[in-house]
Each structure stands twice: as C-alpha cells, then as structure tokens.
C-alpha cells in the first residue's frame, strides 16, 4: 500500500503542471515604440535637416483563435500614434530648425502567428500579418531661429499646420503673421501596411498568459499627399502664397528652387516592444 501511494505520489508530480490551451481567445496589448515618417527625400536633406528619435505609443484589442497544429489566426483595432521629430541648421542664412509631425490612426490588422503546441508554461510566438489603417489627426509644427545681424535680436518663425489650417508667426515681424485654408489635407486618410513580430508566451495562470514580442510594423501606401495643395490666406482669399505641393519642398523642411519637385512617398515605421495578456474561452 505504501509503495503504490509513493508510486501514485510520483506520478502525480510527474504530470504536466499546465493544460494545454487553443479555441478562441481576445486579449489587450500596449506598444511603445521609436516612430519614424520616413522619406527618401527627407533623409537626403543633410543637416539642414535630421531625424531625432521620437517616441510613440499605441494600444489594442484583439480576438482570434488558436488551432491544435499551433496556428493562430487574429484580429481586432489598435489605436496609436506615429511622429517624428526633426532638427537641423543651416550656417550660411544662419538658422537653425526644430520641428514635429504628430499623427495618430486607427488599424484594423489581420495576424497569423504559429507556435509550438506542449504542455509548457514557455513558449516562443511569431507572427506576420498585415493591416489598414485610417489616419484621425495630423498636425505640423517647425521652428526656424536666427539672429538678426542688424540688431543682434534673435527672430522665432513658427509654423503651425493642423485641422487644414496654416499659420506663421514671427515674434520680431508682427505684420507677417498670417492664416491660410488649405484645399485638401496633406496626409491620405486612408493606408495599408504589414506587420512583423517575435517573442514569448508564458502562462499566468489557468487559460491566461503574458505575451511580450518585439514587433514592427511598416505602411507600404504613401502616407501623404503629393498633388498640389493651394494655401487661400484667410484675411485675403484673392491671394494665394503657395499654389503646389504643401510648402513647395522636396524635403519637408526644406525649400526646392524646383517648384516642379516630385516629393518621394512618405511610410510610417515602427518599431517597439508589444506587451499584453490573453485569455482562451476553453482548456483541453
């Protein structure tokens, strides 16, 4: 008898310590990350003009399921943002530049991920997939700060782009300042992109687990628009101080003598750490 309760001791020790799960599950992820707007154009613009790294955010829920072969199919909404932030100088005018494009979107991504399917609390999770992802708001800010020779006081112009409305202002120059209407908004509503990530799943507890992946994620479709874009000032509409693509430039912050210029495609990028849980509706 005492042999049989040692036997059965052992045995019970030996099991799995976790059930194996698959079926539908939903979860919740937060991701931060380095954002980038990236374009060919921008990149080439020397020091007038450089990318700083800049920060951004985004959280979502999803719902999927998970197959016996280990193939897990998902989808669900995230809401986040992707800026960028720029500096630069220029010492033959002199000036230098400090600027920030924010924009945040909506994404609706469809994900296959595939991992192995054991009784352990560990295990590894890779996924591809891709998404559409509609743009909620944009907005453009740029300093550029000099010094005037003539009196050695330092000049702040300031332009200000958001809800289809540009601005200057400069502090030393207050008859400059003026307001337009833009015809169109400068960044496409609409995009589609892909998605890629790599990492781990541990279980918490019955039907829950952590997951953490280093993910990225990369729009193909050009994220703003290249037509022409007509600035009407809002105190005199018969005028018009740009009639071509937003600001005239083949680099964002930087004026073309081409007013011809074809600026090339813009593609948001990120590239983070996504942390969330996950929840299996059933266990096996």
């Known amino acids: 008898m005492k ?10 020790f030996a099991l799995p310590v976790s ?11 937060v991701f ?12 080439r613009a020397d020091s ?3 990318y700083k790294k800049t920060p951004s955010f985004a959280g979502n829920f999803e719902i999927g399921y998970l197959y016996q072969t280990g193939l897990s199919v998902a989808t669900g909404i995230q809401f986040g943002t992707c800026n960028q932030k720029y500096t630069g100088s220029n010492n033959y005018y002199p000036y230098n530049l400090t600027a920030t494009t ?7 991504p469809v994900i296959f991920g595939i991992q192995k399917m054991n009784d352990k609390k ?19 800010k740029w300093e550029l700060t000099n010094k005037v020779p003539t009196n050695n006081v330092t000049q702040v112009q300031t332009y200000t782009l958001k809800d289809d409305i540009i601005s200057y202002e400069n502090n030393i120059n207050a008859q400059a300042n003026y307001s337009a209407n833009l015809n169109r908004r ?26 953490a992946q280093v993910k990225t994620e990369f729009t193909v479709t050009n994220a703003e628009i290249t037509n022409e874009i007509r600035f009407t000032p809002i105190n005199d509409p018969s005028t018009f101080p740009y009639n071509g693509h937003a600001f005239q430039n083949h680099a964002k912050f930087m004026n073309d003598k081409n007013s011809n210029w074809n ?13 969330g849980v996950r929840y299996y509706l059933f266990d096996f």
Do not use: C, M, W
Not at 102 to 108: D, F, N, P, V
């Open 122 to 140: 560990l295990k590894f999770l890779y996924t591809v997939g891709f998404y559409y992802s509609y743009n909620t708001s944009y907005s453009d």
């Open 32 to 43: 931060v990350n380095k954002s980038n707007l990236f374009n060919s154009d921008d990149y």
């Open 102 to 108: 924010k924009t945040s979107s909506i994404r609706i």
């Open 48 to 50: 007038f003009q450089t």
């Open 19 to 29: 059930a194996q799960f698959y079926g539908p599950f939903y979860g919740a992820n």
């Open 263 to 275: 600026r090339a495609s813009t593609h948001p990028f990120n590239l983070g750490l996504s942390i």
């Open 3 to 12: 042999k049989f309760i040692l036997v059965a001791i052992v045995i019970a």
């Open 186 to 211: 400068p960044y496409q509503r609409h995009g589609l992109g892909a998605l890629a990530s790599a990492g781990i799943k541990y279980q918490l507890k019955d039907k829950l687990e952590l997951i």
